[in-house]
């Protein structure tokens, strides 16, 4: 009898049948269940996502791995598809970071190049670590790894302080420390993530996060650029934040929801994505 294959297997095998793999984020086991039903092969939990609404805080490097391991494993019970989980920058044991991921039935994490005090990868002031510090983060994160199949993706941010061909070399050191993949962030052109891809031997990741230095490209553009996944870290969680919020407001100003009512998701809409059958 044939084993199942394991989460970093089903992560893989979406990537060779959807070049390139779009990847959605998910902040709670609900969106999950959105995502899937809209048929993504992928999730992302980011850690922003975690800090800005499991905990109401900016994305500085303030949660740990627990707080993210509370949300990665509520999505990863609940839905089958392979999830890619941001560590930060590993909380200063990456191996222990990577066996907890794998140990609670994740496909995938990406780690980083800054120092611990984070910033979002599309700010203005990131700190970098040098990319030797980097390097043995990597080996450290590849010794935690549970199996083969099991991802480690390296994220460099040294396009935005360094300019690409820097982030180029240093992708290339953490590739020979063993990265699986490449997380290329807040590059501002087709030509560079261009240049990335054709210089990097491992898949390439581009993020399109919104309101950021990297502009809405197209599947089409990226695949014809070499990039081999395309992150969508918080688009619907922003949506859905600006939405609750207009909500909100017109309740309070109107003392009514009736005006809204038509924005939201019916009970039966509820129902059927929870894959739940009320008793007539």
């Known amino acids: 009898m044939s084993s199942a294959p394991t989460p970093g297997a089903r992560f893989r095998a979406a990537l060779a049948a959807e070049r390139p793999l779009q990847i959605v984020g998910a902040i709670n086991a ?21 800090a800005n609404h499991s905990y109401g805080i900016p994305d500085t490097g303030e949660t740990t791995l627990e707080d993210v391991l509370v949300d990665a494993r509520r999505i990863a019970r609940r839905v089958d598809l392979p999830l890619l989980v941001d560590i930060d920058t590993g909380w200063d044991d990456p191996t222990a970071a990577v066996r907890a991921m794998g140990a609670a039935g994740m496909a995938a994490v990406h780690l980083e190049d800054q120092v611990p005090a984070k910033l979002c990868g599309h ?5 970098l670590v040098p990319a030797a510090e980097m390097v043995d983060r990597v080996r450290a994160a590849v010794a935690g790894k549970p199996n083969r199949d099991f991802v480690v993706m390296a994220r460099t941010d040294a396009a935005a302080n360094e300019g690409v061909p820097a982030a180029i070399t240093r992708a290339q050191a953490y590739v020979a420390a063993g990265a699986d993949m490449i997380f290329a962030e807040a590059l501002p052109t087709l030509g560079d993530y261009r240049h990335f891809a054709a210089a990097v031997p491992v898949p390439v990741l581009a993020n399109l996060t919104e309101f950021g230095r990297t502009p809405y490209f197209t599947v089409e553009q990226l695949r014809d650029a070499g990039i081999a996944l395309v992150l969508y870290p918080l688009s619907a969680s922003r949506a859905a934040a600006a939405a609750s919020l207009a909500v909100y407001g017109a309740i309070r100003r109107d003392g ?23 008793k007539p």
């Open 30 to 50: 609900y969106a999950a269940l959105l995502a899937r039903r809209a048929g993504f092969r992928a999730l992302y939990l980011s850690g922003a996502g975690v």
């Open 123 to 127: 700010l203005p002031g990131k700190q």
């Open 256 to 278: 009514t929801q009736s005006g809204v009512v038509d924005r939201m998701q019916t009970r039966t809409d509820l129902y059927e994505t929870l894959g739940y059958k009320p």
